[in-house]
């Protein structure tokens, strides 16, 4: 790994943004104001600011590289690389790939679960970004379970989330858009999706035997675990009581207060932040985030919303840039930080390691 010598930029340093050189060995952070040593690469940041990787920890955009039309496939392998080319533009030098696999075929499917997980295991050492595989389990895919706790024991598995989109599926059906869509992704006949969602349906009473079991399969193989869109205090409570510590994008500010009340870690979307609200219509992130209702920013579904929410955060007063930037690379401050620094040492060690991104921005900022 080549040593780096940065010289002149203003460096987020211990919750500063102070003016100053970096010196960088192994990856790593090993002197600050000091000279320009023999055999670094050296790097004029004069006008830059010098900041922490970013760390992703639910980011699907890669699924738009993998189809980026309904219908139209390109190799994983393929999908991975451009992927990480653009996480890595985008200052994310960590990446966990939220894959999701559901019930259905297609996009989403058993198959190319297992494709991704196989190429991000063998493609991992070529990647830029350090990349882990954070595995979205949609609840109604019984049939998974047996794999998934398989996954689970060896060790292949770094976040484990358990996402219930049944209820929204079913609302679709009635809307000809969101329908088409979601027909499109499968490569079903429209009548073949109704039948498999109508199956998929029946096995309801299933449901929470089965996440009771892979919650204690994640527990015994000391994953992270998060439920997605909780939407009542009750739905979070049930799952805390599951060792599930991470709520992901509660629905409303009434669970996010019980999830930070219990020192739960919140995960909101960056793209939320960046666009001044949700694509659903749900909690608007900036207003949980300025009432410390927030731990985590994910890029969710486009690479370049952490950096930008982070700056955007600092423009609107939210918080000041070097806080702002906590939510996407650190542990961030306040009653929840030694926990949540815990919780990060964890779930992201070795990446931890102090890596830098050179960003250019319009706008001055201070913190």
């Given at each position: 790994?080549?040593?780096?010598?940065?010289?002149?930029?203003?460096?987020?340093?211990?919750?500063?943004?102070?003016?100053?050189?970096?010196?960088?060995?192994?990856?790593?952070?090993?002197?600050?104001?000091?000279?320009?040593?023999?055999?670094?690469?050296?790097?004029?940041?004069?006008?830059?600011?010098?900041l922490?990787?970013?760390?992703?920890?639910?980011?699907?955009?890669?699924?738009?590289?993998?189809?980026?039309?309904?219908?139209?496939?390109f190799?994983?392998?393929?999908?991975?690389?451009?992927?990480?080319?653009?996480?890595?533009?985008?200052?994310?030098?960590?990446?966990?790939?939220?894959?999701?696999w559901?019930?259905?075929?297609?996009?989403?499917?058993?198959?190319?679960?297992?494709?991704l997980?196989?190429?991000?295991?063998?493609?991992?050492p070529?990647?830029?970004?350090?990349?882990?595989?954070?595995?979205?389990h949609?609840?109604?895919?019984?049939?998974?379970?047996t794999?998934?706790?398989?996954?689970?024991?060896?060790?292949?598995?770094?976040?484990?989330?358990?996402?219930?989109h049944?209820?929204?599926?079913?609302?679709?059906?009635?809307k000809?858009?969101?329908?088409?869509?979601?027909?499109?992704?499968?490569?079903?006949?429209?009548?073949t999706?109704d039948?498999?969602?109508?199956?998929?349906?029946?096995?309801?009473?299933?449901?929470?035997?089965?996440?009771?079991?892979?919650?204690?399969?994640?527990?015994d193989?000391?994953?992270?675990m998060?439920?997605?869109d909780?939407?009542?205090?009750?739905?979070r409570?049930?799952f805390?009581?599951?060792g599930?510590?991470?709520?992901?994008?509660?629905?409303?500010?009434?669970?996010?207060?019980?999830?930070?009340?219990?020192g739960?870690?919140?995960?909101f979307?960056?793209?939320?932040?960046?666009?001044?609200?949700s694509?659903?219509?749900?909690?608007?992130a900036?207003?949980?985030?300025?009432?410390?209702?927030?731990?985590?920013?994910?890029?969710?579904?486009y690479?370049?919303?952490?950096l930008?929410?982070?700056?955007?955060?600092?423009?609107?007063?939210v918080?000041?840039?070097?806080?702002?930037?906590n939510?996407?690379?650190?542990?961030?401050?306040?009653?929840?930080?030694?926990?949540?620094?815990?919780f990060w040492?964890?779930?992201?060690?070795?990446?931890?390691?102090?890596?830098?991104?050179?960003?250019?921005?319009?706008?001055?900022?201070?913190?």
């Amino acid at each position: 790994m080549t040593d780096i010598f940065i010289e002149g930029g203003r460096a987020l340093l211990g919750g500063e943004i102070l003016e100053t050189s970096v010196q960088i060995a192994g990856g790593k952070i090993n002197a600050v104001e000091s000279g320009h040593g023999r055999g670094s690469l050296g790097i004029d940041a004069r006008g830059l600011l010098v900041l922490p990787g970013i760390v992703d920890l639910h980011g699907d955009a890669f699924e738009r590289q993998m189809m980026p039309r309904p219908g139209v496939d390109f190799p994983v392998d393929v999908a991975l690389i451009d992927s990480d080319r653009q996480a890595i533009g985008n200052g994310i030098t960590t990446v966990f790939h939220a894959t999701t696999w559901s019930w259905e075929p297609g996009l989403r499917s058993a198959e190319n679960a297992r494709d991704l997980l196989e190429a991000i295991e063998t493609l991992r050492p070529q990647l830029a970004a350090d990349t882990r595989f954070h595995l979205r389990h949609e609840t109604y895919n019984l049939d998974a379970e047996t794999e998934i706790e398989q996954w689970l024991s060896d060790g292949r598995i770094d976040l484990f989330a358990f996402n219930d989109h049944m209820d929204s599926t079913i609302a679709s059906l009635a809307k000809p858009q969101k329908r088409s869509r979601m027909v499109e992704r499968t490569g079903l006949s429209g009548e073949t999706f109704d039948t498999l969602v109508e199956r998929v349906v029946s096995r309801g009473d299933a449901v929470p035997a089965s996440v009771a079991r892979l919650a204690k399969a994640a527990r015994d193989a000391n994953v992270r675990m998060l439920s997605h869109d909780d939407d009542s205090p009750e739905m979070r409570r049930a799952f805390r009581a599951q060792g599930v510590g991470i709520a992901e994008f509660p629905v409303n500010e009434e669970t996010a207060r019980e999830a930070a009340k219990a020192g739960d870690f919140i995960v909101f979307g960056a793209p939320n932040v960046v666009r001044g609200g949700s694509h659903t219509g749900w909690t608007k992130a900036a207003d949980m985030i300025a009432k410390g209702l927030c731990s985590i920013l994910a890029s969710d579904y486009y690479y370049p919303a952490q950096l930008l929410a982070a700056f955007r955060l600092a423009a609107d007063g939210v918080l000041p840039l070097a806080e702002a930037w906590n939510l996407i690379s650190a542990a961030p401050p306040g009653p929840q930080a030694s926990s949540i620094a815990a919780f990060w040492r964890k779930v992201v060690a070795p990446t931890s390691s102090w890596s830098t991104t050179k960003c250019r921005c319009g706008r001055e900022l201070s913190a």
